[in-house]
């Protein structure tokens, strides 16, 4: 048993600042009295919350507690934890802000306290300044998520030094069927660091990508020998590149945000380390590798229903160093074999409007092609016959599927257009696990990415 | 009466190439016929079309025709074009590929000469290998659109050598709340190009920004006078940036995509022209343009309700030559006394997870303080609270809208998270015509280009 399996997998759960009134805590506070986890309330002035006995202080609960989540005003902070550090619990989550990052004395004191506390005792902090830990097997959460909507299985790990990647990110992903399996945010970092949390997820087994949003690093040469003996892709984003983005980011989680240079040097040195530029990049680019084989070589096959965003495309693959593949003479035959005189059989094969049997045998004779190392397919479609018609798909997202898989070749899909269109993609696309984005800088990016991590292992 | 009119606003239709199968034209068709303009059916071997009397020629309708739309393939296009001047049409639309993108000689040849039929005659010719013409205003077009989700009154106007742009991008934009004003594609400009659109639009007292997409320019001089006298903000799109590009470009629309060097000097040079990145980039931006006051100075307010996402926008404010605004002691006083003590009152103002209640007085503070130019807001809530609770948003969108009037000052904000957070803001925020976007760098972009426009007027 690893000491951290505490904040993914605790046995009992106290909340200390539990309440039934509309504000920070109460969605998570409610679910996990209605969860499978034996949890306590605990608040000083009420009897019951959400009809479970309350508890003033957690000293006063007779069974033994493994993990609090701390919730009450920063100045009642310090307290809650000499009550939990009593009572013998092995973690402790402070969500509870309002510490260093506010640049008053006071808070800056009080949690160099806490520092000290957890330094002192048998007890691991994760906080303050954040909303803590999301087990997306068990259904764990310290904060609101909404598993029903979460797809299920997913391999995406993500430890943030910001509240914002363990709920809000979290529903976006889980609007594109991108699936999670465990989303740590570590705010100010009292205690346990981006290191602690890179260590525990190389051993995950449920763990294949890693996604590491950080604003200020402590612990910097550990830090750089810790990323490169990771096993695992570790997609960085670091912000703070400006002078007034620093700034903000002291008065956000207090940290120092540091030379950005530096920081670019460093992750462009570490295979396997990919620095990312917005957090959607981010968790597109995790999906791909999540769900897609690794491209053994630089040579890209595009298949467009647009010309213009086909040879947007083209810039992008130029710009990023990998090559627009050279098909094969028989593989131009093929296309040309089923395709209308207008259709352009060279790469990217636009194939415009042209009726959808022509894309399967394109498609068939793409992945075939030994010059071909992986697929871009840009689905830019009106609604409106999609919709009156309810065109097929499903033949399609089952040939892609069966196809990479048979070749060992990536494909990502690109979907432009009304949302419903993305949403009909989604629907059908669900259970074949496919790479979906609508951003083709994003789609372009993941596999320049996920072929130098191929040159890497 | 100005001769473009007739692709806006015809009196009379011709479909050459109509058809009931399930193929290109068929939902334009089945609209146009059932709409209040009076349009007549060409097929050669058709006697009906959904239940309207088909001509096999197009000069066997024994009517004025003011406006062809040509979807026949290829091969008969010339035909067409020949019927269509014996008929006196003034306009023709030919949507039909199969060109002089191909690279065959023969189609080549057959461009050429409808280029020349053009000339010599009292006809104007759009296209070929587009999708010609949209107006939002009296419902016309000549291809996929369903009017009914597109917002009414839009400003946007879009000319664009692609498809994509006049069908798909809108549906994009519908489903945004973003609305149009006219969307013209132009393909392989044979007769009309962007420069008589451009002309044309300026004078439409219903278009207030223009996008242009384009993937080669034939009439260069003429095109760099005609963007010095627009008096209206034009956002240019143009791919062809790499080697690779430049050849798919070749094949989509036959155009000669020429060094991108010159065109990026050349945009940059002429004030109220702005080079835009991507499709989504810049309709956002023009829907600011479209809704927005220009903001008068360079400073920038943030409220946000994450401190990363807050600082990621200061990053891109420094990157794009804007300030973060520095706030009146006065604005500090008034935010600090409506706000807990954890709330970061400096700029950016990160209201974390605090009540609405403190979101309304601080923007309140923010628009009346001198110093601050214009606002960005990032709207960062999980969807669980904001789902359970149906938390009101209108009174926030209701201040948003008058304090920006009464100021003068624009306000865009950027929404994070799931996708129904987004369509919660959109579907209160209809009425209010506000800026609403998902990417910080498209809004961030958007006040850097509005503030340059302001000091060009």
């Given at each position: 048993?690893?000491?951290?399996?505490?904040?993914?997998?605790?046995?009992?759960?106290?909340?200390?600042?539990?309440?039934?009134?509309?504000?920070?805590?109460?969605?998570?506070?409610?679910?996990?009295?209605?969860?499978?986890?034996?949890?306590?309330?605990?608040?000083?002035?009420?009897?019951?919350?959400?009809?479970?006995?309350?508890?003033?202080?957690?000293?006063?609960?007779?069974?033994?507690?493994?993990?609090?989540?701390?919730?009450?005003?920063?100045?009642?902070?310090?307290?809650?934890?000499?009550?939990?550090?009593?009572?013998?619990?092995?973690?402790?989550?402070?969500?509870?802000?309002?510490?260093?990052?506010?640049?008053?004395?006071?808070?800056?004191?009080?949690?160099?306290?806490?520092?000290?506390?957890?330094?002192?005792?048998?007890?691991?902090?994760?906080?303050?300044?954040?909303?803590?830990?999301?087990?997306?097997?068990?259904?764990?959460?310290?904060?609101?998520?909404?598993?029903?909507?979460?797809?299920?299985?997913?391999?995406?790990?993500?430890?943030?030094?910001?509240?914002?990647?363990?709920?809000?990110?979290?529903?976006?992903?889980?609007?594109?069927?991108?699936?999670?399996?465990?989303?740590?945010?570590?705010?100010?970092?009292?205690?346990?660091?981006?290191?602690?949390?890179?260590?525990?997820?190389?051993?995950?087994?449920?763990?294949?990508?890693?996604?590491?949003?950080?604003?200020?690093?402590?612990?910097?040469?550990?830090?750089?020998?810790?990323?490169?003996?990771?096993?695992?892709?570790?997609?960085?984003?670091?912000?703070?590149?400006?002078?007034?983005?620093?700034?903000?980011?002291?008065?956000?989680?207090?940290?120092?945000?540091?030379?950005?240079?530096?920081?670019?040097?460093?992750?462009?040195?570490?295979?396997?380390?990919?620095?990312?530029d917005n957090?959607y990049e981010?968790?597109n680019i995790?999906?791909?590798?999540?769900?897609?084989?690794?491209?053994?070589?630089?040579?890209?096959?595009?298949?467009?229903?647009?010309?213009?965003?086909?040879?947007l495309a083209?810039d992008l693959i130029?710009k990023n160093?990998?090559?627009?593949?050279?098909?094969?003479?028989?593989?131009?035959?093929?296309?040309?074999?089923?395709?209308?005189?207008?259709?352009?059989?060279?790469?990217?094969?636009?194939?415009?409007?042209?009726?959808?049997?022509?894309?399967?045998?394109?498609?068939?004779?793409?992945?075939?092609?030994?010059?071909?190392?992986?697929?871009?397919?840009?689905?830019?479609?009106?609604?409106?016959?999609?919709?009156?018609?309810?065109?097929?798909?499903?033949?399609?997202?089952?040939?892609?599927?069966?196809?990479?898989?048979?070749?060992?070749?990536?494909?990502?899909?690109c979907?432009?257009?009304?949302?419903?269109?993305?949403?009909?993609?989604?629907?059908?696309?669900?259970?074949?696990?496919?790479?979906?984005m609508t951003q083709l800088n994003h789609a372009i990016k993941a596999?320049k990415?996920?072929?130098?991590?191929?040159?890497?292992?």
């Amino acid at each position: 048993m690893d000491e951290l399996d505490v904040f993914f997998n605790p046995k009992s759960i106290a909340i200390i600042g539990a309440s039934e009134s509309l504000k920070f805590g109460h969605s998570m506070t409610s679910y996990l009295l209605n969860s499978q986890f034996k949890t306590f309330p605990v608040n000083i002035s009420k009897e019951e919350i959400f009809g479970h006995k309350a508890y003033s202080n957690i000293k006063d609960i007779n069974e033994h507690v493994d993990l609090a989540i701390i919730i009450v005003r920063n100045d009642f902070v310090l307290d809650a934890i000499k009550n939990c550090v009593e009572k013998g619990v092995k973690g402790i989550i402070i969500e509870s802000a309002g510490f260093s990052e506010t640049g008053d004395e006071n808070f800056i004191e009080i949690q160099q306290e806490i520092e000290r506390i957890a330094q002192k005792n048998e007890v691991r902090i994760v906080g303050p300044n954040c909303v803590g830990i999301t087990n997306f097997r068990n259904k764990f959460t310290s904060t609101e998520i909404d598993f029903d909507e979460v797809p299920e299985g997913g391999k995406i790990s993500v430890i943030a030094q910001s509240g914002v990647l363990g709920n809000i990110f979290v529903d976006w992903g889980a609007s594109q069927n991108i699936g999670f399996s465990k989303t740590i945010t570590i705010g100010n970092k009292v205690d346990i660091d981006e290191i602690d949390m890179l260590e525990y997820l190389e051993k995950d087994p449920e763990t294949s990508v890693i996604t590491l949003y950080i604003e200020g690093v402590k612990r910097g040469s550990k830090f750089i020998t810790t990323l490169k003996n990771m096993s695992k892709p570790v997609l960085v984003m670091k912000n703070g590149r400006s002078q007034i983005g620093s700034i903000a980011i002291k008065s956000h989680t207090g940290s120092i945000a540091g030379n950005d240079k530096i920081y670019n040097a460093l992750f462009n040195q570490i295979p396997g380390v990919f620095r990312i530029d917005n957090f959607y990049e981010m968790f597109n680019i995790a999906h791909a590798f999540a769900t897609q084989p690794l491209p053994r070589g630089k040579n890209i096959a595009i298949t467009t229903s647009s010309g213009s965003l086909g040879s947007l495309a083209c810039d992008l693959i130029e710009k990023n160093g990998l090559n627009l593949a050279s098909l094969n003479e028989s593989t131009i035959n093929d296309i040309k074999s089923v395709s209308p005189n207008w259709v352009s059989a060279r790469n990217p094969v636009d194939l415009g409007p042209s009726s959808f049997s022509t894309f399967r045998p394109s498609l068939n004779a793409l992945f075939n092609d030994p010059n071909v190392d992986a697929l871009l397919n840009i689905f830019a479609v009106p609604k409106m016959p999609l919709e009156k018609y309810n065109l097929p798909i499903t033949p399609q997202l089952r040939d892609m599927k069966s196809l990479s898989k048979k070749t060992g070749k990536p494909i990502i899909t690109c979907v432009f257009g009304s949302r419903w269109v993305f949403d009909y993609f989604l629907k059908h696309s669900e259970k074949y696990n496919i790479s979906i984005m609508t951003q083709l800088n994003h789609a372009i990016k993941a596999l320049k990415m996920m072929h130098e991590y191929y040159l890497k292992k």
